[in-house]
């Protein structure tokens, strides 16, 4: 924290908050809004549509409603931060969030490939790298530097 006397006016500021309220650049915003809304696009398919998650010949029964209902829930948890972050300018959350995402959506699509849907993994991989192109945006990092995912000063 640093003081600043002028007569008997004294103003302070606190550099910690300046840096964190500092501008999100357009790139993690349009990435993040984008991510945000197909995001939520899954958690409604996963709730309401839930045959479109599996193949043709799979059967949709209590257990894939089970499940479908923990994607939901984790995606729409994702997309209300991403969108409260984006909202409070909150730079550093808005990172972290991002990187989340991002390592979330990689996962996924590793799994994808693993189990033969390949269509399904380069459209997930490809908004994963979304995803870690936005927090380079953010931060000034790509997400293998160690800086990209810490508190910087």
Do not use: C
Not at 61 to 76: D, F, M
Not at 121 to 144: D, E, K, N, R, T
């Amino acid at each position: 924290m640093s003081a600043y006397q002028s007569g008997n006016k004294s103003v302070q500021t606190n550099s910690y908050l300046a840096r964190e309220k500092s501008a999100i650049g357009w790139l993690p915003k349009v990435i993040a809004v984008l991510g945000a809304l197909l995001l939520i696009a899954g958690a409604l398919i996963a709730l309401f549509h839930p045959v479109m998650l599996v193949s043709a010949h799979d059967e949709i029964n209590g257990a894939v409603h089970i499940y479908a209902g923990y994607l939901a829930s984790r995606n729409l948890a994702m997309a209300v931060m991403l969108l409260a972050a984006l909202g409070l300018s909150a730079k550093r959350l808005l990172n972290n969030l991002l990187l989340l995402v991002s390592l979330v959506q990689f996962l996924d699509a590793v799994i994808d490939v693993v189990e033969g849907r390949l269509p399904v993994a380069i459209g997930v991989m490809s908004l994963a790298v979304l995803f870690f192109v936005a927090s380079g945006s953010l931060s000034g990092y790509p997400f293998w530097k160690i800086r990209a995912w810490k508190e910087s000063d």
